[in-house]
C-alpha cells in the first residue's frame, strides 16, 4: 500500500490500511527524512486524541523514534492538535506529530505533521517522507520497547493540556469573560477539546467524555451535528454556543437563537473584531472555496488579500512567511497572528467570548450588522461519495467545459484547485477531497434560491 498524505496529513481506516505496521512504517520515514533537521537535537513531541487506540498508537510512534536516536516528548494524555503545534514552536523542537483523525468518522486515524514554526507541514516536507517510503519496502526499527525508551529517558512524558490550559490564560481576557456575564454552552464532541475552556471560564459542557464511537455520528462541527447544542440555546438562557471537532482545531459557532452561523460569517466576525476592536494590523489569506463576502471586508480597511488552495498547510505556509493577520478556510479552521499560523477552535471560542464580553450585543445583531453592510451571501455545500478517482477527476474536467449552468452563464474559470466557474453573480467549484472519499460542490450567490438551483442544476448535469 502505497501511504500518501492528503490536505492534512495521512488518514486511514483502523485495521485496514492504519495499522500499527503501517504506523511503523510513516513514523521511520519521518524520522529518516528529518534527521538532519537542524533542531532534531532538541526532539519532537507526539501527542494524541480520544479516538480507539490513539494512546497506543502514540506510543508506537514513539518507540519508533525513539530508537531511531530522536528524543520524544509525549503528552500524559489526550491533547488538542493545537496543543502539538505549541509544544513543538515554544519547545524549539524540530516538528511535532499528531495522532488524529480529526473530524472523519470513528473508523478513521491518522498521522499529521506540526513544523517547528507550529503550523501545519508543508507540501514540500511531507513529500520528502513519501520519498522515503517509495524507496523502501522494509525498515529496521530497532530493538528497544517502550519501556526502555522511558526508563533511559529518550522518551519523556509532558502536561500538554496543562500547558495549554496556561498559554490560553496569558493570551485571552478570562477575567472579561467572567465578569460580562457572557452565558456558554460547549460541545466537545466526545473530542480531545474537553476540559479546555472548563478550566478558565464558566460554561455549560455537552458531549465531554471519551467516546471513541462518537455517538454514533462523526465529530465534525457542521449544521447537521448540531441538533444537541442548537436545542440547549433555544431551551436555555445562553449567548453562544461554540462546537470544535475531533481534534478542537476547527470551530463552529451558534447564535442565541440555537442558529448555526456558518464558517464564512464566523470567519467575518473574528476579521472585524480584529481589526476594530484589538486594532491589529496585517494582511488577511484565505482559502480558495472561501466566501466573497472576505474580499468586500478586505477591500473596505484596504486590507491585502491571499487566496490559496484548500488545505490549512497552504495557509500556514503564508503566516509563516508574510504579515498575516488573519487565516481561515471554509471548513471552520482559523488562525490568528497573536496565537498560531495555525487552526485553534478553542482559541477561536474563546476570542468570540471575549468578543460578546467586549461589544456587549447579541451574536445575532453582530451578525445582522455584517449583512446590513456588506449584503447577503449565500453559501452551500454538498459532499458526495465517489471512491473512484477517475470519476472525480472525470466530474471535474465536466466542469470545466460548462458554459452555463442553472440559466447563469460562466464568465471565467479558476483551476488552483479543482474547478471554479465564475458568474456575474456568484461562483461554483467543483474539487476532490483530500482527506475523505467525497467530491466536493460548493457554490456562493446573493440569492437563496439560485444558490439552491446552482446545486440542483450539477446534480442533474454529473448525473448524482
Known amino acids: 500500500m502505497a501511504i500518501k498524505f492528503g490536505t492534512d496529513g495521512w488518514r486511514a481506516v483502523i485495521a485496514d490500511e492504519f495499522t500499527f505496521e503501517n504506523l511503523r ?5 519521518t524520522a529518516i527524512a528529518f534527521e538532519k533537521h537542524p533542531k532534531i537535537s532538541n526532539g519532537i513531541v507526539i501527542g494524541y486524541d480520544t479516538r480507539f487506540l490513539s494512546r497506543e498508537f502514540a506510543e508506537c510512534a514513539a518507540e519508533i523514534f525513539g530508537n531511531h536516536g530522536v528524543k520524544v516528548k509525549l503528552t500524559d494524555s489526550f491533547v488538542t492538535t493545537p496543543t502539538v ?21 470513528a473508523k478513521y486515524n491518522g498521522f499529521k505533521l506540526k513544523d517547528e ?5 508543508g507540501t514540500s ?21 517502550f519501556e526502555e525508551l522511558i526508563k533511559s529517558g529518550i522518551i519523556t512524558y509532558v502536561p500538554g493540556r496543562e500547558y495549554y490550559i496556561n498559554t490560553l490564560r496569558n493570551k485571552i481576557n478570562t477575567e472579561r469573560i467572567k465578569d460580562s456575564g457572557v452565558k ?10 474537553q476540559g479546555m475552556m472548563d478550566g478558565l471560564i464558566n460554561l455549560t459542557s455537552l ?15 457542521v449544521s447537521k451535528n448540531l441538533a444537541l447544542i442548537s436545542d440547549t440555546l433555544k431551551n436555555g438562557n445562553y ?20 442558529d448555526f452561523v456558518d464558517a464564512q460569517r464566523t470567519f467575518a466576525l473574528l476579521l472585524k473584531y480584529m481589526i476594530e476592536e484589538k486594532k491589529m494590523t496585517g494582511g488577511v489569506v484565505r482559502g480558495f472555496s472561501s466566501s466573497e463576502l472576505i474580499r468586500k471586508i478586505c477591500e473596505k480597511y484596504s486590507i491585502k488579500l491571499y487566496t490559496v488552495p484548500i488545505g490549512f498547510k497552504y495557509i500556514s505556509e503564508l503566516m509563516i512567511k508574510e504579515d498575516i493577520l488573519i487565516g481561515a478556510e471554509e471548513s471552520g479552521g482559523i488562525g490568528l497572528k497573536h496565537h498560531l499560523p495555525e487552526r485553534d477552535g478553542i482559541f477561536n471560542g474563546m476570542m468570540f467570548s471575549e468578543m460578546l464580553a467586549v461589544r456587549k450585543k447579541k451574536l445575532s445583531d453582530l451578525i445582522k450588522e455584517i449583512g446590513d453592510e456588506y449584503g447577503k451571501f449565500y453559501y452551500k455545500r454538498i459532499d458526495q461519495h465517489l471512491t473512484s478517482n477517475a470519476q472525480k477527476a472525470e466530474l471535474i474536467v465536466l466542469a470545466a467545459n460548462l458554459d452555463e449552468v442553472a440559466g447563469l452563464k460562466v464568465i471565467g474559470k479558476n483551476t488552483l484547485d479543482g474547478c471554479k466557474l465564475l458568474f456575474e453573480q456568484g461562483w461554483l467549484l467543483v474539487r476532490a477531497s483530500g482527506t475523505e472519499p467525497l467530491l466536493r460542490i460548493y457554490t456562493e450567490t446573493f ?16 448525473k448524482l
Open 447 to 462: 440569492d437563496i434560491d439560485k444558490t439552491d438551483s446552482i446545486l440542483e442544476d450539477i446534480r442533474k448535469k454529473f
Open 117 to 121: 514554526y507550529g503550523g501545519s507541514m
Open 25 to 29: 512504517k510513516i513514523s521511520k520515514a
Open 125 to 145: 516536507h511531507l513529500s520528502l517522507i513519501e520519498e522515503v517510503l517509495n524507496k523502501s519496502d522494509r525498515f529496521e526499527y530497532g530493538t528497544k520497547s
Open 184 to 193: 456558554i454552552v460547549y460541545d466537545a464532541m466526545y473530542g480531545s477539546g
Open 239 to 258: 449567548d453562544i454556543g461554540i462546537v470544535t471537532d475531533g481534534d478542537a482545531d476547527r470551530i463552529a459557532i451558534l447564535d442565541e437563537k440555537g
Open 85 to 105: 503545534s505549541l509544544l513543538s514552536r515554544d519547545n524549539a523542537l524540530a516538528y511535532g506529530v499528531m495522532i488524529t483523525s480529526s473530524h472523519n468518522p
Open 207 to 221: 458531549r465531554n467524555e471519551v467516546n471513541p464511537s462518537f455517538g454514533g455520528s462523526s465529530p465534525e462541527p
